[in-house]
């Protein structure tokens, strides 16, 4: 038992040792919005214990009950390591008075004499009725340009923007957000719009499991974002945003009034589809003020710029990897690679690209590389020029040109090494071999001629010889404009190659009966039966069937006991596929009998 004791207690310290260690919070958890007369709780969670908890004063609230303390704890041991989890809630019930904006002190929290805090609420309270304004958020900031009308519905979908009037290439955040006053079982369909004449970015967004209390034109409603978007303007103008399409799942009483006593605990619900729309958007974007300098990116943000050099001496016909990094916040995804000006006898090949890009409400962010690849076909001192890449800045309202250093870097000759034969880009600086021994005297004596009797124009052979050459021509001519008639008419090629064609197949049917792979081997024999009576009976593979393909078959005078066996190969090929029993030896004989209905029809159709 004393055993036992000593066990307990020391589990209790080492618990306890852990959650020292620990780093202490205090997080608060409150509606951000509430009616006139409301009651509502507000909630404070300590992952410590043994310290001594505060709560703020609840100014402009009046407090029902409180606070209301729980405990809850949690260990784990694995791989032989000890972790622990504690947590102590403080609950208060309050009641909304009047109208207005509030704000809860944080709570404090005092343990081994440090002071944790916790962050202050911000509580609208709404009245009964209330003028129109911006939606708002605990603990986020409305859009800029943004209203919501609900106009009391209980369900609809918005689609606001950051900003309505953008520069060219400026980032435009879009958020899709939904607001309920119903139970939501789950979202059946979102359509969104195509946003024409943008560059579109999915934003990485939090999927929804819940929703976040908001005050709407003096109506709570239950909201949260779908997804976010940002969108990068690629025409100047007026462009319109098409509504936000969704569809969702609301869960509604089909019994009737509630019981006086039991309240709704006994009523029964069903799920049913209700679409919402957004209202359009439209957003104004103006071009770039100023002229563009030549060497424009197209980059819209703030950007740096730098290059690396990874050689500084290569040998001739080696490569060197000359690196630009671009970096910073804007549109980089359509940022255009830099244009080098190298010697003619400098290879460049086109860039490597790659980017590390990430997208946020702010904009696009990252880094986007550009890997040249360099050749040098001659020795000697090569110089990189410095390379200029113009961006626009947004904050500061024009365009910022960006440089890199220049780079030097040298190539050598190998010896034994003739790069003379071959000119790249520009002159060979190959000094000029002398080949004057290739060259032999003009001879000025004539010597003797003589008058020779035997010239082929004169023989009757070569005339023979015209005469069947033109003749073989003519033949070969003929010949090839039947090749290309018989060609041109594709089913009857087909019709002709169909027996070829069905023997290919039937002998991958054989190749995967000696694999013992009776399944394909079956699929084999179909298709070439199949495939056999498309092409021979000139019946499209959409349109063939079994009663067609007899029709067709008796119409060509096949005889009744050959489309039997076809019609029993058929259905065993079709069995087999379905409840697979048969064995080597049936296999074997369906084969035979494909093999011979094929022959049987080819020697009779021809």
């Not at 608060?28 to 009616?35: F, K, R, T």
């Not at 080696?318 to 190298?342: C, E, H, Q, R, T």
Request: overall charge neutral; some cysteine.
């Amino acid at each position: 038992m004393k055993m036992k004791k000593a066990l307990l207690y020391q589990l209790i310290f080492l618990i306890s040792y852990s959650l020292s260690a620990q780093d202490v919070f205090v997080k608060a958890e409150y509606p951000a919005a509430v009616n006139a007369g409301e009651q509502f709780t507000v909630m404070w969670t300590v992952n410590a214990g043994g310290g001594e908890f505060t709560a703020p004063s609840f100014n402009g609230f009046y407090k029902l009950m409180g606070p209301q303390t729980s405990f809850s704890s949690s260990t784990q041991i694995i791989n032989g390591k000890m972790s622990a989890q504690t947590s102590y809630s403080y609950v208060y019930y309050l009641q909304a008075v009047k109208e207005g904006k509030f704000v809860i002190a944080p709570a404090v929290f005092i343990l081994k004499n440090k002071t944790y805090s916790s962050d202050s609420m911000h509580i609208e309270v709404a009245g009964a009725t209330a003028q129109k304004q911006n939606v708002t958020s605990g603990g986020t900031n409305s859009s800029n340009d943004t209203e919501v009308e609900s106009s009391g519905r209980t369900l609809f979908v918005n689609l606001s923007v950051n900003r309505r009037e953008v520069f060219l290439g400026e980032p435009v955040v879009a958020t899709v957000k939904i607001y309920s006053r119903v139970n939501i079982a789950g979202i059946n369909e979102i359509k969104y719009p195509a946003f024409n004449s943008f560059l579109k970015s999915d934003i990485e967004t939090p999927p929804l499991t819940s929703l976040r209390q908001e005050n709407v034109n003096g109506t709570i409603y239950g909201s949260g974002v779908i997804q976010q978007f940002l969108l990068y303007p690629q025409v100047t103008g007026e462009i319109n945003i098409d509504p936000v399409q969704i569809s969702v799942l609301v869960q509604q009483k089909t019994r009737g009034e509630a019981d006086p006593f039991f309240g709704d605990f006994f009523s029964s619900y069903q799920t049913v589809p209700k679409a919402a729309e957004s209202q359009s958007v439209r957003i104004k974007v103006k071009p770039l003020p100023g002229v563009q300098p030549v060497d424009f990116s197209g980059v819209v943000g703030k950007l740096d710029l730098r290059a690396t050099l990874n050689k500084e001496s290569v040998n001739v016909n080696d490569a060197v990897n000359f690196k630009i990094i671009i970096s910073g916040n804007g549109n980089l995804k359509i940022a255009s690679a830099p244009v080098l000006k190298l010697s003619p006898d400098i290879e460049v090949y086109d860039p490597k690209i790659t980017d590390d890009l990430k997208n946020r409400l702010n904009g696009t962010t990252g880094q986007k590389s550009f890997e040249y690849l360099l050749i040098p076909r001659h020795n000697g001192d090569f110089t990189i020029p410095p390379v200029s890449y113009s961006y626009f800045n947004i904050a500061a309202g024009r365009y910022e040109k960006l440089t890199t250093e220049e780079f030097h870097f040298s190539a050598q000759k190998v010896k034994g090494q003739n790069s003379g034969a071959t000119v790249y880009g520009g002159v060979s600086k190959e000094d000029v071999k002398y080949l004057g021994k290739d060259i032999r005297f003009v001879k000025s004596d004539p010597g003797s001629l003589k008058k020779s009797d035997n010239i082929l124009v004169t023989k009757q052979s070569f005339y023979s010889a015209y005469a069947f050459s033109l003749l073989a021509f003519l033949l070969i001519l003929f010949l090839r404009r039947e090749h290309i008639r018989r060609n041109s008419d594709v089913s009857l090629v087909k019709n002709r190659k169909a027996g070829k064609v069905a023997i290919k197949r039937l002998h991958s049917a054989s190749i995967c009966l000696k694999n013992e792979e009776i399944d394909q081997f079956y699929d084999e024999i179909l298709k070439a039966l199949w495939g056999y009576l498309s092409d021979k009976l000139n019946i499209p593979v959409s349109d063939l069937s079994r009663n067609n393909a007899i029709a067709s078959l008796q119409e060509q005078g096949i005889e009744e006991d050959m489309i039997k066996n076809l019609a029993e190969i058929l259905d065993a090929c079709e069995f087999a596929r379905f409840a697979p029993s048969s064995s080597e030896t049936e296999a074997a004989s369906i084969y035979e009998g494909a093999s011979q209905f094929i022959k049987s029809v080819e020697n009779l159709i021809g």
